[in-house]
């Protein structure tokens, strides 16, 4: 009996009684700096579990073509960008999508057993949020405020090792390039870094790590215009560069002083 005939035989046999219920979701945190904060994209929810509660943009996997061919089944990474889109506005497309993590601690959707493959969002500039489907509002939130509020499900945790996620790559990876158009100055890098990490950077030596580090930007041999009413120096303007790892890397404040001997 080759394999065709024992799934047959499976199937034919396969009652879905026998098995617990087990969905799966996406949960998306989506980051984005604005007016100087990093800050992320909540939906108000508008149906139960936890109907008027501030969550994460997410929900239900489409496991399987619909019988009328209105709804394909997805991947996890569609299912990711489609909730995005649908909960918050179609203009909502990140430049960078990374999965996070697994979250699957029984008793987090009250509904039945859900496990969620939540995923990290950047992109620079977003537009404000449109609402949609199943929520009732839309709205960016600085990642301070965000964290002392009462998120439904599990969305809380996500949040945080999201943040968290963000916070070390820019440490290791040219991440926070995803935060910014370019071309970019320096400076716009930087104000990126303080966004993220959360505090304030010296800009000589901020300056100076960046161009040590091979491959993080490459000039583009243009220069900004003169800034401001009271003029000033142009700012040569960069590209990302080619590096998929940051050596060496670029340190948290913290993280460098706890490295020193």
């Known amino acids: 009996m080759d394999g065709t005939d024992g799934t047959r035989e499976f199937l034919a046999a396969y009652d879905p009684r026998a098995y617990d219920p087990v969905a799966v979701t996406v949960d998306v945190v989506a980051l984005t700096i604005r007016d100087g904060d990093l800050q992320v994209l909540l939906i108000r929810r508008g ?45 909502l497309r990140p430049s960078h999508l990374e999965q996070l993590g697994s979250y699957g601690a029984p008793g987090r959707d009250p509904r039945m057993r859900v496990i969620s493959v939540a995923y990290l969002a950047f992109a620079p500039g977003l537009p404000e949020a449109q609402p949609g489907t199943d929520a009732a509002d839309a709205r960016w939130t600085p990642v301070a405020k965000a964290a002392r509020l009462p998120l439904a499900f599990d969305h809380a945790r996500i949040l945080a090792d999201g943040v968290e996620r963000a916070r070390s790559k820019l440490e290791y990876t040219p ?17 990126v870094y303080q966004s993220v990490w959360g ?43 080619d ?19």
């Open 243 to 261: 590096a998929t790892l940051l050596h060496p890397a670029l340190l948290r404040p913290a993280t460098e002083e706890a490295a020193r001997p």
């Open 175 to 191: 991440l926070a390039t995803a935060f910014v158009r370019e071309p970019f100055t320096v400076s716009e890098l930087r104000e």
């Open 199 to 241: 505090e304030p950077l010296h800009a000589g030596n901020f300056h100076r790590k960046v161009l040590s580090v091979p491959g993080f930007v490459e000039a583009t041999g243009s220069h900004t215009e003169a800034g401001g009413p009271r003029g000033g120096p142009r700012a040569k303007l960069y590209r990302r560069g």
């Open 47 to 91: 149906e139960q579990p936890f109907a008027g509660s501030w969550a994460l943009p997410g929900g239900f996997v489409r496991p399987q073509k619909a019988a009328d061919g209105t709804k394909a089944a997805e991947d996890l990474p569609q299912a990711a960008a489609r909730e995005l889109a649908e909960e918050a506005g179609p203009a």
